[in-house]
């Protein structure tokens, strides 16, 4: 429930923004829109406005249109409107019109992404861990405990950051030019080849596959913050208690204490707690949640990482302006990268397997949702991307498939032929059903 609610806020969200920069854009060259729609099918809420434009929530919030006086219609316009038709208007001002859905999806992006920068994104600090023997890292030179500064010349200060830019490298095909401060304080340079070929794997799967790790502190099981209405807060569990035993097993660390919780649902767990020198025991029985289409346990209490997060973690935060060009960077090396990523596709240099229909989306807004409204941001800022490249693409049905046309009429001097378009026409819908069904497949294969 949770990802389907996240999914339909989502969707909503960016399909209103990608709407609301047709709708604005035509209104402010004098074109008339009959509606603005978020959703397709039978309109669950309906109002006009004082300027005649419909306004339409509808039932199925996968998508939404704007439709304008003499868009595509064949139906007589009466000869004092004619000025306020699209097809009338100048072949600028259709442009304009037609490339500010995906414009509005870019913008939205970069306050996105910008607001998250602003609030700060607190991660770990991008220190190698254990190397794997004769692998790509360990022939680079790189040694346990060395902090990663630069990749391919641009400044990191969290894993998330490092990982952000070594995808978008190995993407491409680029060798990871890596600056690292080691245990002494020495800078050094390491060049790491790219073993990659079609399948490009992402988050720590990637660093697995250089052959190295995330250098983490090992941190003992002692709760820090509870939720108020999980079961940890209902058994009884408080800030600051160290969890010695689970079933009479002793346990070592807060990664084993996870771990045990994952694996136990539902199922009631007998504990040893040490809260201040004070030894007694508890029962803990952890709820069961749906996350990543698995079934897991669930208690809502985080790590306790204070004598930690000086060493081993960072916050990076901005300034309104600098948040912003952080954000725009952020924006554009997404859509490089998504585009890069699509035309590794076509050629078949990367696999289709990473594409996701609604199914992998609706999990992913939900567990975004369910990490903070930071890591939603994101996540809508990723989707809005996606959707802004996505609908450029020089596609019949899609913005840029339209801009395509207006490219020919200005070479030309006259629109494409009717039977032109119609075939164009036919052609993406072919497009759009194969790429929304091996999507949907992907889905089903994951869920599988």
């Known amino acids: 429930m949770t990802s389907l609610l996240a999914f339909i806020l989502a969707i909503g969200v ?18 008339k829109v009959l509606r603005f729609s978020v959703g397709f099918g039978r309109p669950l809420w309906k109002r006009v406005g004082q300027d005649g434009t419909e306004y339409v929530i509808a039932m199925l919030p996968l998508g939404g249109y704007v439709k304008m006086l003499g868009e595509g219609s064949d139906e007589p316009i009466p000869e004092e409107e004619r000025y306020r038709s699209f097809d009338l208007q100048p072949l600028a001002a259709r442009a304009a019109i037609v490339v500010a859905g995906p414009l509005f999806n870019f913008i939205f992006a970069i306050f996105a992404f910008g607001a998250v920068q602003m609030v700060g994104v607190s991660g770990m600090k991008p220190i190698v861990g254990q190397i794997t023997a004769a692998s790509v890292a360990e022939n680079a030179g790189l040694k346990q405990g060395d902090e990663v500064t630069l990749v391919n010349g641009h400044p990191v200060q969290i894993w998330q950051q490092a990982l952000e830019k070594m995808l978008g490298a190995v993407v491409v095909g680029d060798t990871l030019q890596l600056e690292v401060v080691n245990a002494s304080g020495v800078v050094q340079q390491r060049l790491l080849e790219n073993p990659f070929g079609a399948d490009i794997p992402e988050g720590m799967a990637l660093l697995d596959k250089l052959g190295f790790a995330v250098e983490r502190p090992a941190v003992p099981p002692r ?19 160290l969890v010695l035993t689970v079933a009479e097993e002793p346990l070592e660390s807060w990664a084993a204490w996870v771990e045990w919780v994952r694996e136990s649902p539902e199922q009631t767990l007998q504990l040893t707690i040490d809260r201040d020198g004070v030894i007694f025991p508890m029962q803990l029985t952890p709820a ?6 698995k079934t897991i346990g669930r208690i809502g209490a985080a790590v306790d990482l204070t004598e930690f997060r000086e060493t081993y973690y960072r916050t990076v935060q901005y300034g309104p302006v600098d948040a912003l060009i952080r954000g725009a960077e952020k924006s554009w090396n997404m859509s490089t990268m998504t585009l890069q990523v699509m035309g590794r596709m076509v050629v078949g240099a990367t696999s289709t397997d990473g594409l996701s229909g609604p199914i992998s989306i609706a999990r992913y807004a939900g567990s975004s949702m369910e990490s903070g409204l930071t890591t939603f941001l994101s996540f809508l800022g990723l989707v809005s991307v996606s959707l802004g490249v996505l609908n450029l693409l020089p596609i019949p049905m899609l913005d840029g498939g339209h801009l395509f046309y207006y490219l020919i009429e200005s070479i030309k001097g006259s629109p494409p032929s009717e039977g032109a378009m119609m075939v164009g026409q036919r052609i993406g819908i072919v497009f759009l059903v194969g790429l929304m069904s091996l999507a949907l497949y992907n889905d089903l294969l994951r869920l599988l």
Do not use: K, S, Y
């Open 14 to 31: 960016l399909v209103t923004i990608h709407e609301l920069g047709h709708f604005w854009v035509a209104r402010a060259v004098g074109v």
């Open 288 to 293: 069961r949640v749906e996350a990543n289409g």
């Open 223 to 241: 709760i820090g913050e509870v939720v108020a209405d999980g079961a940890a807060a209902a058994a009884g569990l408080e800030p600051g208690d």
